[in-house]
């Protein structure tokens, strides 16, 4: 399984982005996709996930300003980010894997910057 993530960048605060990331190869495994991130100096943390059944998961600090969507079709997951914080800044990872709590695989970083 690739995962292949597009979209980060720089905003202001208050602004939005929308982060994409395709999956291909052997996707038979995979039923549940997501986004982690991981800020200078700090753990890797859970953003968003969800499921091909649309079953959908978010951090609380994200909850309300992010909406996280998949198209089946194309196996590709999407988070839109609106009212970004410079507290959002990070390295946006993309996963996959059987179930949105065990991410199996990932992509390469993107990169989120917020200016206040």
């Known amino acids: 399984v690739q995962l292949q993530a597009s979209g980060g960048g720089l905003v202001q605060a208050g602004g939005s982005l929308r982060l994409s990331c395709a999956a291909s190869?052997?996707?038979?495994?995979?039923?549940?996709m997501g986004w982690y991130r991981q800020a200078p100096g700090k753990q890797r943390e859970f953003v968003a996930a969800?499921?091909?059944?649309?079953?959908?998961d978010y951090a609380d600090s994200v909850r309300g300003r992010f909406t996280i969507y998949i198209d089946n079709a194309e196996k590709t997951v999407y988070l839109q980010m609106n009212n970004l914080k410079p507290e959002d800044t990070a390295v946006y990872y993309c996963?996959?894997?059987?179930?949105?709590?065990?991410?199996?695989?990932w992509g390469q970083g993107t990169l989120v910057t917020v200016s206040s």
């Open positions: 996963n996959a894997g059987g179930r949105a709590s065990s991410p199996q695989y």
């Open positions: 190869g052997s996707l038979i495994s995979i039923d549940a």
């Open positions: 969800i499921t091909l059944g649309a079953v959908i």
